[in-house]
C-alpha cells in the first residue's frame, strides 16, 4: 500500500501489518481476506488481524487440536471457514467466531494442497493435483 503525497508521488511502500512482531512470515502456509486476514500456518494455527492488528482467536469445539500445517479458505459473504489440514487427513467448517462446526477425514486428503467453498452448491472442494474432491462440509 502506498500514500500519495502532496507532490502527487507515491511513498515508499507501506506495510498492511502493524504489530507484527509474533507473525512468522516463512510460516505463512495461506491467507484469506474478507474485511479480516485470516493466516494458516505451518505450526496448525489460525491467525486473525484485524485492521493490520492481530486479534485473538481460539476453534472452540474441536476434538483433536490442529498441529500441523493448515490452509484456510474464506469470503466476505461466508459465515465459516474452511480449513484443510493434510497432514491429519482432514477438511473442517469452523465459524468465524471460531465454533467448530463439521469435519470430514479421509486418506484422500493427505494429498489435498487447497480447499475452497462454493455458495451456490453449498460445498467445499479440496484440490490434490489434478484431482478435485467435493466435501459436503
Do not use: H, M
Not at 112 to 119: N, Y
Amino acid at each position: 500500500r502506498y500514500v500519495i503525497g502532496e507532490d502527487g508521488k507515491a511513498s515508499q511502500p507501506i506495510g498492511w501489518f502493524q504489530d507484527k512482531k509474533d507473525l512468522d512470515f516463512p510460516g505463512v502456509n495461506s491467507l484469506a481476506v474478507d474485511g479480516i486476514v485470516w493466516i494458516g500456518t505451518d505450526q496448525g494455527q489460525i491467525l486473525k488481524y484485524e485492521r493490520g492488528n492481530p486479534v485473538e482467536f481460539a476453534v472452540q469445539g474441536l476434538q483433536e487440536p490442529f498441529s500441523s500445517s493448515l490452509k484456510v479458505f474464506t469470503r466476505e459473504n461466508l459465515d465459516s471457514i474452511f480449513v484443510l489440514e493434510p497432514g491429519k487427513n482432514r477438511a473442517l467448517r469452523i465459524s468465524k467466531e471460531g465454533v467448530f462446526i463439521k469435519e470430514i477425514q479421509s486418506p484422500s486428503l493427505g494429498a489435498a494442497t487447497d480447499i475452497l467453498f462454493s455458495p451456490t452448491s453449498n460445498k467445499a472442494y479440496a484440490v490434490a493435483g489434478s484431482l478435485v474432491y467435493e466435501l459436503a462440509l
